[in-house]
């Protein structure tokens, strides 16, 4: 069984000017519909999105979701449990939207996700953007000292998630989970994607950035367009023939290991 742990904004499609406004072509649809029905791919959409956005966006019902960064999981169309604790951090994060509304306009995008937020303002003019982004990070400060908050940079975003909370402990949930034998590949594109890379190349899997970032990934492509055809190629290659999965990525026998790094462009 081959996990595909996939971030979707900026990885499966290109970043929109807002949130709202990145919503998944047909083309995409049809491929994620086709990589959850395979017998030995097993699909996980790894977003900072909250899993109710992202169902939303990405109606699947044989899909796993792992929202607000490794803090929400889901199976399908299933109940979303938090995997850390929320209480401190719920009541922080409606506090500080509440008095951050007040410094910004249409330009921005802030989102409350109950658990945590995100101040998008890829739209916003640069002096606007940066005084609202000194008045989130002040807003942050004391809850970051208290261990109850951590605020991280994103592409024209700043993320407010719960302090612990990242990529890599829902990909530790899932996998843990995973019967024997289970390898994974991650893409994304974000810092906020560096965690999962992490935890997954200490496990000997395959991780792969897509755009021109720097990253811990061990492999890089450079669009989101040619992430998807990468997929659609792992699902012609492995996604029917019930055995071929059964080795790890780990070992040198792995059937699919050749054609990963070709297609990844290894040597």
Same mark, same amino acid.
């Given at each position: 069984m081959l996990f595909l742990f996939l971030d979707y904004d900026g990885t499966l499609r290109e970043i929109a000017g807002r949130p709202q406004d990145a919503l998944p072509d047909a083309d995409?649809?049809?491929?994620?519909?086709? +990589?959850?029905?395979?017998?030995?791919?097993r699909p996980v959409i790894i977003t900072g999105r909250s899993i109710r956005d992202i169902r939303r966006m990405l109606p699947l019902r044989r899909t796993c979701f792992i929202g607000t960064h490794g803090l929400e999981f889901a199976r399908g169309t299933g109940t979303v449990r938090y995997l850390l604790p929320v209480a401190k951090a719920k009541s922080a994060v409606n506090r500080i939207c509440a008095e951050l509304k007040k410094w910004i306009d249409g330009s921005f995008t802030l989102e409350n996700k109950t658990v945590s937020l995100s101040l998008h303002d890829r739209l916003a003019p640069p002096a606007r953007a940066a005084r609202a982004r000194r008045k989130l990070m002040e807003l942050v400060r004391p809850y970051v000292k208290r261990g109850i908050l951590d605020l991280i940079?994103?592409?024209?975003v700043l993320e407010v998630r719960p302090m612990g909370a990242h990529k890599g402990i829902g990909v530790e949930f899932v996998l843990d989970r995973a019967p024997g034998g289970a390898a994974a590949v991650a893409f994304g594109d974000d810092r906020t994607d560096e965690d999962m890379f992490r935890v997954l190349n200490r496990r000997k899997q395959v991780t792969v950035v897509v755009g021109k970032r720097k990253s811990a990934a061990l492999f890089r492509v450079p669009s989101p367009r040619l992430a998807r055809k990468i997929l659609s190629s792992l699902h012609?290659? +492995?996604?029917?023939?019930?055995?071929?999965l059964s080795p790890t990525l780990q070992s040198q026998k792995f059937p699919g290991r050749k054609f990963l790094h070709r297609a990844l462009g290894a040597d």
């Open positions: 995409l649809l049809r491929l994620l519909r086709r +990589l959850e029905r395979s017998r030995n791919l940079r994103g592409k024209c012609c290659a +492995l996604g029917t023939d019930r055995d071929v």
